[in-house]
């Protein structure tokens, strides 16, 4: 940590803190995530898990892992440093995302969620304050904690729970046998907040969650009947049972029509009835009034602009400290744009020293704030919250695992890289490979015992910034209705 100077605290969870930092050689802005060193081995587990995900799959709307070390027994992630989360923007846009925003950014989150289940991993954990915005408007996924690949048939995924807000009925329901479906509900859940503000199906135990469900999206298929009607946990307990609108837009009243049929194909109790990412990528939504071919190039070009932006950070050659550093911390691996890359090649033609007029410190860096200080416009997010949801805030919960890991094998992997966490030495990591075959097509070449509540997650997971959320949105405000800015200092 001593190559860091630490600007702030943006996140904390269950596992770890996430602290803004600025690397003290090349001026750098990172999120650094530094898990608490606990008795039991979970955390080191979740480290572990996320580590190894954020290694094999590489995606510019997955959050881009820069180093890992380890420091007085602490795991340290060391990521790209991403401005603020979804979830920032709903508190203080508490009636839902402006509708040119909110198509641009479902679209980057289904590329990425795509892109993972292409690879056969289930993310387990999609939410709000798991997607992080950039500040030209690129959405990157993150956190890998509960990430995993898919179940091989016949195999069963050991007790594991996610957020409960957008959990889906299997896995309420312990059914052993879910698998990518939970992820499109989730997103469901989250693209009715994104939309209105307001989370869909907050809940306070499974019970109350399943209730919601019926209530609100549809009766429990036989299968999933029969699971309920057998667990010793809900035993004398009837759902109701509640006649639904089948039309999506008589259902979800409140969402523009395409946006109603996009979520009512993925909230289907039915796992096997949900829709996938790729058809949903490929929905009219997307694909209406050529939004997907003009946002291709607008987004090329932001991603364009932010790999120059970093990589015209440069490291101060023969620094002593770097060389101290380097005993003290483990650097497990670090992560360089390769000049093989299309991309790489790309910002070797335009890298020119007079053309060095970005620079990513004025922007990012500079005084700290907490949101905390700053009052959001809708303190409270529930803005329309019926009665039936009111009463759920009370205290907060992370989703507990219980599951095996996967070990690390301490052995070299398909990328080349050493898997061991506790090898010392320095990694090369793939490329974000910002090719035709991936940016020009959606396709990708590739407990009950704990209560959620967000207005106690608000509270525990603080954002500092060099901006203000409210200057933070104006810009994004701006960017739905103007070309592309490149933020630029006068050239020296
Ligand atoms: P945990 O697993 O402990 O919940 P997360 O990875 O979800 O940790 O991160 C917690 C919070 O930290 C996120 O919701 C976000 O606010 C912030 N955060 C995480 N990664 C970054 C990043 N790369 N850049 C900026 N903020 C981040």
């Given at each position: 940590m001593e190559m860091y100077e630490t600007l702030g605290k943006v996140g904390e969870g269950s596992y770890g803190t996430v602290m803004k930092c600025?690397?003290?050689?090349?001026g750098q802005i990172v999120a650094i995530k530094i898990f608490y060193e606990k008795p039991e081995k979970s955390v080191n587990k979740i480290a572990t898990r996320e580590i190894k995900f954020l290694k094999q799959f590489r995606h510019e709307n997955l959050v881009n892992l820069i180093e890992v070390f380890r420091q007085k027994k602490k795991i340290h992630l060391v990521f790209e440093f991403i401005d603020h989360t979804v979830l920032d923007e709903l508190q203080h846009y508490c009636h839902g995302l402006e509708s040119k925003r909110l198509r641009k950014y479902l679209f980057q989150i289904l590329r990425a969620i795509e892109y993972l289940h292409n690879n056969?991993?289930?993310?387990?954990d999609i939410k709000p304050e798991n997607i992080l915005v950039s500040q030209s408007g690129i959405t990157k996924l993150c956190d890998f904690g509960f990430a995993r690949t898919l179940a091989a048939p016949g195999d069963i995924y050991t007790d594991y729970v996610a957020?409960?807000?957008?959990?889906a009925p299997e896995l309420v329901l312990k059914d052993?046998?879910?698998?990518?479906p939970v992820d499109i509900w989730a997103l469901g859940c989250m693209i009715i907040e994104m939309a209105t503000g307001n989370p869909f199906l907050p809940s306070s135990s499974d019970l109350d969650l399943l209730h919601k469900i019926v209530l609100k999206v549809g009766n429990l298929t036989p299968h999933l009947q029969n699971i309920f009607s057998k667990s010793p946990i809900f035993a004398g307990v009837v759902l109701p049972q509640v006649q639904h609108p089948k039309n999506a837009r008589k259902k979800y009243p409140k969402l523009n029509g395409l946006l109603a049929d996009i979520v009512h194909a993925c909230l289907q109790i039915d796992p096997a009835e949900r829709i996938s990412s790729t058809d949903l990528l490929h929905h009219e939504y997307f694909t209406r009034d050529g939004f997907i071919e003009k946002f291709i190039p607008e987004l090329r070009a932001k991603l364009l602009r932010e790999v120059k932006v970093n990589s015209f950070i440069k490291p101060k050659e023969n620094s002593k400290e770097n060389e101290l550093i380097k005993d003290e911390r483990k650097t497990i691996y670090t992560n360089t744009l390769p000049r093989s890359s299309v991309l790489g090649k790309e910002m070797e033609r335009e890298k020119k020293p007079k053309e060095i007029k970005v620079r990513v410190i004025k922007v990012k860096g500079g005084k700290v704030d907490t949101l905390e200080s700053k009052k959001p416009e809708?303190?409270?997010?529930?803005?329309?919250?019926n009665s039936i949801d009111a009463?759920?805030?009370?205290q907060d919960t992370k989703p507990v695992i219980n599951e095996p890991l996967n070990p690390v094998n301490p052995s070299t992997n398909s990328n080349g890289m050493k898997d061991d966490l506790y090898a010392g030495g320095s990694m090369t990591m793939p490329p974000i490979n910002l090719t035709s075959s991936n940016l020009m097509t959606s396709t990708p070449t590739s407990d009950l015992s704990h209560f959620n509540s967000r207005l106690t997650e608000r509270t525990k997971k603080r954002r500092t910034s060099s901006q203000s959320i409210g200057q933070i949105m104006s810009i994004c405000r701006q960017e739905d209705t103007d070309a592309i800015q490149v933020r630029q200092e006068p050239s020296l």
């Open positions: 600025k690397h003290k050689d090349t056969n991993i289930i993310h387990r957020t409960r807000w957008y959990r052993t046998s879910y698998g990518k809708c303190e409270g997010r529930h803005c329309q919250q009463h759920t805030m009370s």
